[in-house]
């Protein structure tokens, strides 16, 4: 079964922090890893990884994948309030006559504190 | 560009009552997959379309079907309602079988569906 784990589940930090949250995944067929942020209701896109040890980034957030290790991290460096939310990272698996089924973690609860 | 557009945003239904959902992709994609999101399990996938066919069905009982028209727009409906099936329902739209590309999803607003 595939499986996508998250950690650490919640995290309260203060302004200015700097956060790393872990995914690890045990997936068939793999093809992508994605992260997204929620706030309240659609999952917001951030970035997707297909290639391992290449590091994407945007602004403060970063992500790199490891596809020898099976995990990847997604990093935000002078943490906001605005940075709250529901991290998620999903795998993207394909297969067959299936292109895009994603299996999602558990997710991690961000706060930041001003 | 629009984005993932679903309606209705909230639901107020019945048990044993029926229910349809409706999900407009991103102009350009082709690929609707839907997904439940439960405060106990998290994001689950329902299912996957393209071309209007079903490529794909997660591990959810028979009441949960889905179908896709040709403008790529998707519904899905469940029947009978229990309690358990309140929950946010997302679609997600994406480009179809591209290449690389092919998994990245963009998701809708979603509809809060609660069976009372």
């Known amino acids: 079964e595939d499986k996508v784990v998250q950690s650490p589940l919640s995290l309260v930090v203060h302004e200015g922090d700097t956060v790393t949250l872990n995914c690890s995944y045990e997936?068939?067929?793999?093809?992508?890893l994605l992260w997204y942020k929620q706030e309240k209701k659609a999952p917001t896109f951030l970035f997707m990884l297909t290639s391992s040890g290449i590091e994407k980034k945007s602004g403060r957030l970063s992500s790199i994948l490891d596809k020898k290790e099976l995990f990847s991290i997604l990093n935000i460096t002078a943490t906001q309030t605005g940075d709250s939310a529901v991290y998620l990272c999903?795998?993207?698996?394909?297969?067959?006559?299936?292109?895009?089924?994603?299996?999602f973690g558990q997710g991690t609860i961000l706060t930041v504190h001003p | 560009k629009a984005g993932v557009t679903q309606t209705p945003r909230y639901l107020i239904k019945t048990r044993g009552q029926q229910v349809t959902l409706s999900c407009s992709p991103i102009?350009?994609?082709?690929?609707v997959s839907w997904y439940q999101q439960t405060p106990g399990q998290g994001l689950q996938f329902l299912f996957e379309y393209f071309s209007e066919t079903q490529r794909n069905k997660g591990n959810f009982p028979g009441r949960f079907s889905g179908r896709q028209f040709s403008n790529s727009r998707s519904e899905m409906n469940v029947s009978t309602l229990e309690l358990g099936d309140s929950a946010l329902y997302l679609c997600?739209?994406?480009?179809?079988?591209?290449?690389?590309?092919?998994?990245?999803?963009?998701f809708g607003q979603g509809t809060r569906l609660t069976v009372v």
């Open positions: 997600a739209s994406s480009l179809g079988p591209v290449g690389p590309r092919d998994t990245e999803a963009f």
């Open positions: 102009s350009g994609h082709r690929s």
């Open positions: 999903a795998v993207g698996n394909a297969g067959g006559t299936s292109y895009g089924k994603l299996t």
């Open positions: 997936v068939t067929n793999f093809r992508s």
